[in-house]
């Protein structure tokens, strides 16, 4: 068996079947997307020429979601990312996204501090509620990394999301409001 909290290495065989060398048994992009919301770094060969084969399976896996209406990347954000391919500014892109996403997964626990200690509304009724569609939020929005989350509520926050999306924009209007 590997080292657990290493890269989990997949191989691809000729017969696009994916291999999990950990397990020795076959695995499907819907188990490599669990391995990686789980926390783990995944890495895919392709066994006869051994090349890397992980970013094509990784965007494979995100078209796969977002046709599955789990829309994560807005509509801009998309044609963004296009338009970086076909411009000069795909040099500066992978950059910027790299270290969007770390800076969203670094702060996402400062965020949630700050929501309960710092916060005006914090003894507005119903601010429970809105903390914790907000921690589902980020949850969405990080693949799951919000410490203390439940599995079994994963099914329900993924058919709220858009609830808790417009509701994070009320919660965003009310706290501009207190600004002015």
Excluded: C, W
Aim: net charge negative; glycine share 8%; charged share 25%.
């Amino acid at each position: 068996m590997g080292d657990k909290s290493g890269t989990l290495l997949i191989k691809r065989y000729a017969s696009r079947r994916l291999y999990n060398t950990e397990t020795s048994d076959y695995v499907t992009l819907d188990d490599i997307s669990g391995f990686i919301q789980s926390g783990r770094e995944v890495q895919i060969v392709d066994l006869k020429s051994g090349d890397d084969l992980t970013r094509q399976y990784l965007l494979q896996i995100i078209a796969d979601h977002e046709s599955r209406g789990e829309n994560v990347l807005p509509i801009n954000v998309l044609t963004d990312l296009v338009r970086s391919y076909t411009t000069h500014a795909h040099s500066v892109v992978p950059d910027f996204l790299a270290q969007s996403f770390e800076m969203l997964r670094d702060g996402q626990s400062q965020v949630m501090e700050n929501l309960g200690s710092m916060n005006p509304l914090a003894n507005m009724p119903g601010f429970e509620m809105m903390k914790a569609q907000q921690e589902a939020f980020m949850k969405a929005m990080t693949g799951g990394a919000v410490p203390g989350a439940q599995p079994s509520q994963e099914a329900k926050e993924e058919g709220e999301l858009s609830a808790i999306k417009e509701q994070l924009a009320e919660l965003q209007a009310m706290m501009s409001k207190l600004g002015k």
